[in-house]
């Protein structure tokens, strides 16, 4: 594999102490999650069985850089869902949570100098479905600090 070029030290710095957290087979499950989430209607059955097998809504689909720290379920289900309103936004978050989505600790934390909280991703939202999902998300120990 080629090494992966960073474009600055400050993305260096920031991305690597979460370098080798996932597994290059974690990944690729993740990034089977991302494209089946990005689909409308989503193929429930199909995104069930990736997260049986391991696949992390708050997981990144690549090993290096800045898309490490960004997460599937806010780049492409909670901020997709928002434009459209989304009727299957808080189904998928009720799949995930199901299946250990943990809001709480996620494998690389989010903070101001890193990954987005979920949180953050529903700042600006008006959307029925979008703020049924949140409410999930929070009676499920999503903090709200």
Same mark, same amino acid.
């Given at each position: 594999m080629a090494e992966y070029q960073y474009s600055n030290q400050y993305e260096r710095e920031e991305t690597q102490k979460y370098e080798g957290i996932y597994t290059t087979k974690e990944i690729e499950l993740n990034q089977k999650l991302q494209q089946l989430c990005s689909h409308e209607p989503p193929d429930l059955? %199909?995104?069930? %069985? =990736? =997260?049986?097998?391991? %696949?992390?809504? =708050?997981?990144p689909t690549v090993l290096y850089g800045w898309d490490l720290l960004e997460h599937i379920y806010g780049d492409t289900v909670v901020c997709d869902s928002q434009d459209s309103n989304s009727i299957y936004l808080p189904q998928l978050t009720e799949l995930f949570l199901k299946y250990g989505m943990d809001v709480g600790k996620p494998r690389i934390p989010y903070d101001n100098s890193n990954s987005i909280s979920p949180l953050r991703h529903f700042a600006h939202t008006t959307n029925e479905n979008a703020i049924f999902a949140l409410k999930m998300l929070l009676d499920y120990g999503l903090s709200a600090d």
């Amino acid at each position: 594999m080629a090494e992966y070029q960073y474009s600055n030290q400050y993305e260096r710095e920031e991305t690597q102490k979460y370098e080798g957290i996932y597994t290059t087979k974690e990944i690729e499950l993740n990034q089977k999650l991302q494209q089946l989430c990005s689909h409308e209607p989503p193929d429930l059955v %199909a995104i069930e %069985a =990736l =997260l049986k097998q391991g %696949a992390d809504p =708050l997981g990144p689909t690549v090993l290096y850089g800045w898309d490490l720290l960004e997460h599937i379920y806010g780049d492409t289900v909670v901020c997709d869902s928002q434009d459209s309103n989304s009727i299957y936004l808080p189904q998928l978050t009720e799949l995930f949570l199901k299946y250990g989505m943990d809001v709480g600790k996620p494998r690389i934390p989010y903070d101001n100098s890193n990954s987005i909280s979920p949180l953050r991703h529903f700042a600006h939202t008006t959307n029925e479905n979008a703020i049924f999902a949140l409410k999930m998300l929070l009676d499920y120990g999503l903090s709200a600090d």
